[in-house]
């Protein structure tokens, strides 16, 4: 199993970026999806946060700003941010918590991160 994140980049103050994370391999079900993210120096920090059910949460930083989805079929989980700051700059990493096919534990896998800079 292995998660997968695009979209990260560079963007101006007050512009837009959608983060893509998909799943693959031998996956039997996911639970919650989320977005984590890492600024230098700073500890790792929940952005974002979907349930299988549709259910999100979000950290305070980012609410209005930051829309996160999900597509079960696909194992596909995206964000939307818009309005973004300089204080959003950092690395956004994929979190999932998965079932592998045909065991009946879940286990907790992350991504390699992307990188997200917000810069005039």
């Known amino acids: 199993v292995q998660l997968v994140e695009s979209g990260g980049g560079l963007v101006q103050p007050g512009g837009s970026l959608r983060l893509s994370c998909t799943a693959s391999?031998?996956?039997?079900?996911?639970?919650?999806m989320d977005w984590y993210r890492q600024a230098p120096g700073k500890q790792r920090e929940l952005v974002a946060g979907?349930?299988?059910?549709?259910?999100?949460n979000y950290a305070d930083s980012v609410k209005g700003r930051f829309t996160i989805s999900r597509d079960n079929a696909k194992n596909t989980v995206s964000m939307q941010m818009n309005t973004l700051k300089a204080e959003d700059t950092a690395v956004y990493y994929c979190?999932?918590?998965?079932?592998?096919?045909?065991?009946?534990?879940?286990?907790?896998?992350w991504g390699q991160g992307t990188q997200v800079t917000v810069s005039s």
């Open positions: 391999g031998s996956i039997g079900s996911i639970t919650a």
């Open positions: 979907i349930t299988s059910g549709g259910k999100t």
């Open positions: 979190y999932a918590t998965i079932r592998v096919k045909y065991s009946t534990n879940f286990q907790n896998y």
